[in-house]
């Protein structure tokens, strides 16, 4: 991809400053074929999360998953 993690972690964090008050990117990313998706904090807590196009920057929120109710990571 032509735009690295910590690039794309800045321009998730950007587009919260526009778009979602007080919310913060997570400092780490998950990178996925073509993107990256980053999750968000609002008042410390995990809120939700957002991809960030690898190639072209695009940002875009994860509406459709709902209220974020908990994240379980295997492995």
């Known amino acids: 991809m032509l735009i690295p993690k910590d ?9 919260l400053d526009t778009n979602l008050n007080g919310a913060v990117a997570e400092s780490d990313a998950m990178q996925f ?3 990256y998706t980053v999750d968000f904090t609002i ?10 196009n690898g190639y ?3 940002v875009w929120l ?8 908990q994240e379980t990571k295997l492995g």
């Open 62 to 69: 994860h509406t459709w998953h709902g209220a974020f109710i």
């Open 7 to 15: 690039r794309a972690i800045q321009l998730a964090q950007a587009y």
């Open 56 to 58: 072209t920057g695009q």
């Open 43 to 52: 008042s410390g807590n995990t809120a939700g999360m957002l991809s960030v």
């Open 33 to 35: 074929y073509g993107y």
